[in-house]
């Protein structure tokens, strides 16, 4: 199984050919990863050097999401039936590209992670330490997942989104090392985080349409949302079903090699 390490060079070397290249998506998927990839050798051990260099990251692609905008309100909006384009009916005007002090800001936060990386200790592969790693990602994404039942707004539910999407990525990470179950567990998260984005997105559209778009596209809106939210908690369901000391025990079982209970 290649080290947490290995795994933050190669996604390191990918968010800089997508910067190169100007792609808006690609290195916003990229520093996702490299995120998760972080939050994972926090829990394992690396502490407070690997949260400094992910708030930073995060900080950086911030600005990207705005580049991102015009092609979640298209897709969004057209899913909805809207076959004018969006950009006619929004309140604010959304801006295409990247602004080259953002491309700088992005370039400067992966050059300062790959100096990081390469001063941190050996980050560990042991499958003990990996594993306690895991379930305590787990169960921060299962909190998150059980405050959006209890306030369903959009904070919450984008928290629980980001969370799962920790959780998405660690699984992905580990993958080689339990492939069956951690690719099944790296499925499901993606499944939840992929209904939560699309969530999000009515959200960020909702947000830039104008009052007499929304009136329009509002009933078609709370539609979609509510189907999306009977599907969202419906695969929660099955993604979160073991409490986090169930799920760390089970972990710990397939660790050992032994069958899930």
Known sequence: MPSIRQQLRAELGRARRELLAGQV?????SAKRLRALLRLA???????????????????ARSFARARDRE???????????TAAPCRVLKVRVRAGIRLQDRRTAERAV?????????????PVRKPTLARALARIYRRARKAEQRARQDARPPSLHEWRKRTR?????????????????AALEDQAHEVEELLGKDHDLVVLEEALSRKALKDLGPRMDSRR????????READRLFSEGPGAFQAQVARIWKGLPRS
């Open 166 to 182: 920790d959780l998405r990525h660690a699984a992905e990470a580990l993958r080689e090392g339990w492939p069956g179950w951690m």
């Open 111 to 123: 050059e300062r992670l790959a100096r990081r990386v390469e001063r941190w200790p050996e980050l």
């Open 25 to 29: 998506h690609g290195f916003r998927k």
């Open 72 to 82: 979640v309100l298209t897709q969004t909006a057209r899913g909805l039936g809207r």
């Open 226 to 233: 509510r189907q999306l939210r009977r599907s969202i908690f």
């Open 42 to 60: 926090e829990e394992a051990g690396v502490g407070g050097s690997a949260r400094r260099a992910r708030l930073e990251l995060r900080d950086a």
